[in-house]
């Protein structure tokens, strides 16, 4: 896919640094990083094991301050906002898949999927028929009322990613969405997600590990020593 330097991004970073610890133990993490991430698009962030990549999500996110530059949603700043405000905004357009699945053992599918509808006030009856067309789209729809001890590592992540994107966010953010699975799985969550985020117009920002994803993405951008440096257009500016 082509670059597409004129749209508007859903997501962009500018002089965005990041050290931990202090004094003589201060060490960079992010180095003024530069990025623009687009509506339908996926881009992986990747690089070696150390080099900043969960830092760069966790400030992506909204879930960690950097030190320096900003984050913007649209035309907000992430941390001009208020706490509060940050908070809904994290909640309304963003929404996190990781490695571990991170699945309640108890609840079944449609009970996985459903909750945070219910958590935002949807009567339940609404709330389970959202959740049964999240199902359905991720290829789960005779899987409703099985617990994860019932279903495989890829349905498990499929159920995860359902649960993601039964809201609607405008970014997905991804923390090695495909390691734990095999070849089949890896690719058919991939093919997922992928065909998921073009349907919706969601931006998806994948931390990665797994060379199986690359040929699936618009954006590369690898991280080495706190620099960005774009292997495919699009993201980095
Ligand atoms: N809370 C923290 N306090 C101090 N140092 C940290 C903290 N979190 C991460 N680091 C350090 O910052 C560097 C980058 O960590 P980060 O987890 O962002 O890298 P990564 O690329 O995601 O690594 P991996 O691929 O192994 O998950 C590492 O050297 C790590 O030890």
């Known amino acids: 896919m082509k670059a597409c330097p004129d749209v508007p991004a859903t997501l962009s970073a500018h002089g965005l640094s990041h050290a931990y610890g202090r004094g003589a133990t201060r060490a960079p993490v992010l180095r003024e990083l530069a990025l623009r991430f687009l509506p339908g698009q996926m881009t992986l962030v990747m690089g070696a094991s150390g080099s900043g990549k969960s830092t760069l999500l966790a400030a992506l996110g909204g879930l960690l301050r950097p030190d320096a530059g900003e984050v913007k949603f649209g035309a907000n700043s992430l941390w001009g906002l208020a706490p509060s405000l940050l908070e809904q905004l994290r909640k309304r357009e963003f929404a996190y898949v990781f490695q571990g699945f991170n699945l309640f053992s108890a609840l079944t599918a449609i009970e996985q999927v459903a909750l945070p509808l219910r958590l935002d006030g949807e009567v339940r009856a609404a709330a389970r028929s959202r959740a049964e067309q999240a199902l359905a789209e991720v290829g789960l729809d005779r899987h409703l009322h099985l617990r994860p001890a019932e279903l495989s590592g890829g349905e498990k992540q499929r159920v995860a990613i359902a649960r993601a994107l039964v809201k609607h966010p405008s970014v997905l953010f991804a923390d090695e969405p495909t390691s734990a699975l095999d070849s089949l799985n890896g690719e058919r969550v991939i093919r997922l997600l992928r065909e998921l985020t073009r349907r919706h117009g969601t931006t998806i920002v994948a931390v990665t590990h797994d060379p199986r994803l690359k040929p699936h993405a618009d954006?590369?951008?690898?991280?080495?020593?706190?620099?960005?440096?774009?292997?495919?257009?699009?993201?980095?500016?």
């Open 219 to 237: 954006c590369i951008v690898n991280l080495c020593d706190g620099v960005a440096v774009a292997e495919r257009q699009g993201a980095a500016s």
